[in-house]
């Protein structure tokens, strides 16, 4: 009997007994991967395949932020060829937050709205229809690193080098435009002596699927409004250790070619400081554009 009871007081003292997460048990979402955006696709079935004309159908597509930036008040077009109508539902805003530690999906919504098939021309038995749907936006991208400054770059080497000067490569970092990579950082000489000016070299890419922007102007890609000077524009500003970098150019029109920003100290370094790490935060400011497609075909109405 008495082994019995020391028997359940165990089992209840083990259960009492908090479970304490091991670091494998622990997952850290990670927020800043991926080269996405908005991501748009059509609900399955919403339209159809097919519908008979003068057919009233629904149509719903879901907005999914699927990068690190928060969006507001994008927008939304709907394309519908001549043998579709709709009375409203094609045009809208949109607000989305980004991924977050409390949300490592990113936030979405589903828009929805009902189309009709128009009539067929005699002797059509059968025509394609294609619908699109174009998202306008705002968004950014955030990156942070350490990089080596060493503001007496002739002496090679010292005994107590805290680090070397290095070139970092990258990769996605939760939206569409990234800094792929950092180059090894330069350092200028200044009127005094005592200072030197560090020089950071960026490289920057679009690697989404869709195009880069004015952020100022992201709504007029939207609209018949947009031309070639709203496209690809992107602006940069960056912090070394809480001190602001001079990013030239400051708005920088991207190429199919490599795309260079040069960000430099303008207070400089004390060269007593020997090298060191610095904390390196890049912001990147643009606007995006992504699209969906689907073709639908309008069949002739059964007699």
Not at 73 to 79: E, F, L, S, T
Not at 93 to 116: C, Q, Y
Not at 234 to 261: A, F, H, W
């Amino acid at each position: 009997m008495k082994t019995k009871i020391m028997i359940i007081a165990l089992l209840l003292l083990v259960a009492c007994v908090p479970f304490i997460p091991s670091k494998q048990d622990i997952s850290i979402p990670k927020l800043y991967e991926g080269s996405q955006g908005v991501d748009v696709w059509f609900v399955q079935n919403a339209p159809p395949n097919d519908v008979f004309e003068g057919q009233l159908f629904g149509v719903a597509f879901s907005l999914e932020n699927k990068g690190a930036s928060d969006i507001e008040n994008g927008v939304y077009v709907v394309g519908l060829p001549h043998e579709l109508t709709a009375r409203e539902g094609v045009v809208g805003r949109f607000s989305l937050k980004g991924k977050s530690v409390f949300n490592p999906f990113g936030e979405s919504k589903i828009i929805k709205f009902s189309a009709h098939a128009g009539e067929l021309a005699s002797q059509v038995a059968r025509v394609p229809a294609g619908l699109s749907v174009d998202v306008c936006y705002p968004y950014h991208t955030e990156v942070s690193a350490q990089v080596c400054i060493n503001p007496e770059p002739t002496i090679i080497s010292k005994p107590k080098s805290v680090c070397t000067p290095s070139a970092q490569s990258f990769s996605g970092q939760g939206a569409p435009v990234v800094v792929t990579k950092i180059d090894v950082p330069q350092i200028l000489p200044l009127d005094n002596p005592a200072l030197v000016q560090p020089q950071i070299t960026l490289s920057i890419k679009n690697v989404g699927r869709g195009f880069v922007v004015d952020k100022y102007r992201f709504a007029d890609a939207c609209t018949p409004r947009g031309g070639k000077e709203l496209y690809n524009v992107v602006r940069i500003g960056g912090y070394l250790s809480e001190l602001p970098l001079d990013c030239r150019p400051q708005e920088l029109r991207l190429s199919d070619k490599e795309n260079t920003v040069v960000c430099t100290l303008p207070s400089g370094l004390e060269k007593a400081r020997g090298s060191h790490l610095a904390l390196l935060n890049v912001k990147l400011d643009y606007g995006y554009v992504d699209k969906k497609s689907k073709q639908i075909y309008v069949k002739r109405a059964l007699s």
